[in-house]
């Protein structure tokens, strides 16, 4: 990916691109028909030159189309979250979140949601973070940050049905155990909201926090793991995820 130069004459990070790229991706899968280049700059407050090079790069990787000047989201947001082996998508992704996790010395997962699952896509540790266990990230939605941020952006019907298949059972003597306790967010507003946070609920010894993450229809989250000894960088990790990773990170998943 060719890096523009920003205001300041200095190249803006991955994680800057990342951001912008994710807007136009959210922006985008509004339209189902497509949408000119003009309508998500737009939407997405991105000056015109700036969209057009992003949208290039994103019809390259396949992660729009381009069809009689309309963009619409592209095949490979689709296969990068499907179970076909290791793809490009993926490798890219596995590659950022280390570079992430390496910023934050923090570890790092991508969690998404789909066919009625909170599923696990992919993790990365970092050094004195080592990755938690990942075992029960299904049933332990109600424990983990990631997965309490899931439940919060489900519907009233999606939350009880997983439910229903997975009681909130404690994991630790910390583990909520009432469903009306847990946090609830709106797929509308996600870039409002404050990070989702827990404390050995999930695993002793360890604390998370998780920021909610809304494409089109799908919803994740990203969240970030740290050893309690190292709890009290979580508030400063977390607004991090709450600024930059909030807007930026559905566009790593996609490989960007």
């Known amino acids: 990916m060719t890096h523009t130069v920003a205001a300041d004459g200095t190249a803006p990070t991955l994680i800057a691109s990342a951001q912008r790229a994710l807007r136009l991706l959210e922006a985008a899968a509004q339209y189902p028909k497509g949408a000119t280049a003009k309508q998500l700059a737009r939407d997405t407050g991105l000056a015109l030159g700036t969209a057009y090079h992003l949208l290039r790069t994103l019809v390259h990787d396949r992660y729009l189309e381009r069809r009689s000047g309309l963009y619409r989201t ?92 997975y009681p909130m059972v404690p994991f630790t003597p910390y583990t909520l155990r009432d469903p009306a306790h847990l946090p609830l967010l709106t797929r509308q507003g996600p870039r409002r909201a404050v990070p989702v946070t827990q404390f050995q609920e999930y695993v002793l010894g360890t604390a998370g926090a998780a920021v909610p993450i809304v494409a089109g229809s799908g919803i994740g989250a990203v969240s970030v793991s740290l050893p309690m000894a190292q709890a009290h960088r979580l508030a400063g990790i977390a607004a991090q995820l709450r600024t930059r990773l909030g807007d930026d990170f559905a566009a790593v998943a996609f490989g960007i």
Do not use: C, Q
């Open 74 to 165: 592209g095949p490979a947001v689709a296969g990068l979250l499907g179970n076909d082996g290791p793809s490009a998508g993926r490798a890219r992704l596995k590659a950022l979140l280390g570079t992430l996790a390496d910023e934050l010395s923090a570890a790092v997962y991508f969690t998404w949601y789909r066919h009625g699952e909170v599923e696990l896509i992919e993790a990365a540790e970092a050094p004195g973070a080592p990755l938690t266990d990942r075992r029960h990230w299904r049933s332990g939605a109600h424990a983990h940050a990631a997965g309490k941020t899931l439940l919060a952006l489900m519907t009233a019907e999606e939350r009880r049905n997983h439910l229903a298949r």
